[in-house]
């Protein structure tokens, strides 16, 4: 019986199978001319699953005139490509029925991790930087106790959005020192934070999995030249040590603004223990260092891979005890 | 003799005849597939010029490996376009010559500007709020003592990287008040300030001449729909009161910024009389009555239209001044 998580989301759609021998990550932009539904059929002729569990976050894309409209888009999508039982998990982590409310699919990937550490961890604050955004989220007796939207989650700081690789440096910066003082920055989208992360030896070139901002390569070069742009200058014009500082900046600003929301979710629910997960754990192990929190790692206890799809692989794995178990949920 | 000034950005190019009877705004990105040749073109077939005078920002738009290599483009653009006399003003507001160095043509569309309003109001700060940026230029006997590179300007408040459409609302919002309290935001380019200052009357949907973020219309309930996903939320989760405050809070932010960057030029050089310029006049004017300057407006003095393309304005009058008057300069 193979069952295979999907976590479709803005700009990465991400699949696992329950036994986690299966980890694809796609680039699948939904925003403009997106190819979701032909790379779902695909996916699914490629992997010729038995079931299929779906976590969404894509519906936010601005495509979308509305989260209804693109949970529908992405509901079309999966039920025309798969030929399988077909499950959502909504933002309890419960699978959907028709007596539910539809707008309960929206943002939920993160229900699905949680649902999954609340009953193989427990108690904790399970913190999952991705590509593009930061989720915070309070377990506690087992359950999550987040707010049930993105907008909601926002004002609880349970979901910071800047991630490990497609974060505008100019969201993140105020200003930055170089060699000679401190210099305002640029508004424009000229460099991302897998600029900053490649620089400084976080990523490589090959989980660098999106669009760069200029179009132009992911060599460091490449890199070096869109992070000069942030302050308006060419390689011509700052040096190799300033940019090095540049990115220096950027990582020690987002892993402050990640304490200060883990801070705020801690305080709120009395926990101190974080589960990390994501291409950003890196960024949460330091948080939780200067934090003096307790941190447990998903790519320790699960390997890397699948901490980089972790709602994919735990959206497969509730399906899969739900199956043998049924009724359980 | 029909002399024009063109003033090349990254995303428009503006255009003027020295009579100020010409004036024309075209949007002409320069970052992707740009139409910037067959643009220039068809601007020459239809005004044929006898003089052309350029400046220009554009070369810094990520298409370019470098300034170098963007200067060269717009040059080659310009001469293949035009068959008359061409000269290029550089960041002194002077002609450019051989003798002297290519890159001094960069970001030097403010130069000209300031060399007319020196010759013709004197000393002040000039502040020219574009749609992309905001120039905030010291003026002291007759001349610009402003940083030569948007690099140098950027760190000595000369340059602030806001403007009244194309800025990115994550660049300028750290939280917004909402019903419920002070909510996060969204790094993504969900919005920009078009929306916002369209959303309060600012600026109208003729002005708003720039993409809108999401490829949508320009309506108020387009606007309003991208306003809201700056938290995230579509319109069923938020009011058009919420809204509409989000829109006020990007504008008193904007304006708060400008009057820090204009009160950094205005201590260093002893000046407190400011000239405003741009489509984000209305920012400059509230912000000058803040810190108690006096403020006088290119748009009472030579035309509203006049001042949304003061820099291609300048260049063409600077050119018919020196033409009248050779070796003035």
Redesign the interface.
């Known amino acids: 019986m193979r069952i295979i998580g999907i976590d479709i989301g803005g700009a990465n759609t991400k699949i696992a199978s329950a036994d986690g021998k299966i980890i694809e990550l796609h680039y699948i932009p939904l925003?403009?001319d997106t190819t979701l539904p032909e790379s779902l059929e695909n996916i699914a002729a490629e992997l010729q699953p038995d079931m299929v569990s779906v976590v969404m976050t894509g519906e936010?894309a601005?495509?979308f005139?509305?989260?209804?409209q693109g949970i529908q888009f992405i509901m079309r999508s999966v039920e025309e490509a798969f030929d399988c039982e077909i499950k959502y998990i909504d933002s309890n982590g419960h699978f959907y029925d028709e007596s539910k409310n539809l707008?309960d699919l929206a943002?939920a990937n993160w229900a699905a991790s949680t649902r999954l550490i609340g009953s193989e961890i427990g108690d904790c604050i399970f913190v999952d930087v991705g590509s593009?955004t930061s989720d915070i989220i309070p377990i506690k007796d087992g359950k999550h106790v987040a707010g049930l939207?993105?907008?909601s989650r926002?004002?609880r700081?349970e979901?910071?959005?800047?991630g490990t690789l497609r974060?505008?440096l100019?969201?993140?910066l105020d200003k930055v020192k170089?060699a000679?003082?401190?210099?305002?920055?640029?508004?424009?989208?000229?460099a991302n934070t897998a600029d900053a992360y490649l620089m400084l030896g976080d990523i490589t070139e090959e989980s660098y999995t999106c669009e760069t901002?200029?179009?132009?390569g992911k060599s460091k070069t490449d890199a070096m030249?869109?992070l000069a742009?942030v302050?308006?200058?060419?390689?011509?014009?700052?040096s190799s040590d300033e940019i090095y500082n540049i990115a220096l900046q950027v990582k020690e600003r987002q892993i402050r603004l990640l304490c200060e929301?883990i801070s705020v979710v801690a305080k709120k629910n009395g926990l101190n223990c974080i589960v990390s997960a994501g291409l950003g754990e890196f960024m949460i192990r330091e948080a939780a260092k200067r934090l003096g929190f307790e941190c447990i790692s998903v790519a320790e206890k699960w390997g890397a891979d699948i901490s980089k799809v972790f709602p994919a692989y735990a959206a497969a794995r509730i399906m899969e005890d739900e199956t043998s178990q049924p009724g359980k949920e």
Chains 1, 2 share one sequence.
């Open positions: 925003w403009k936010l601005d495509c005139e509305d989260k209804l707008r943002a593009t939207t993105d907008f926002l004002m700081s979901l910071f959005y800047a974060t505008n100019a969201y993140l170089v000679d003082g401190n210099c305002n920055i640029s508004s424009e989208l000229f901002a200029d179009g132009a030249r869109r742009r302050v308006c200058a060419d390689l011509e014009e700052i929301t």
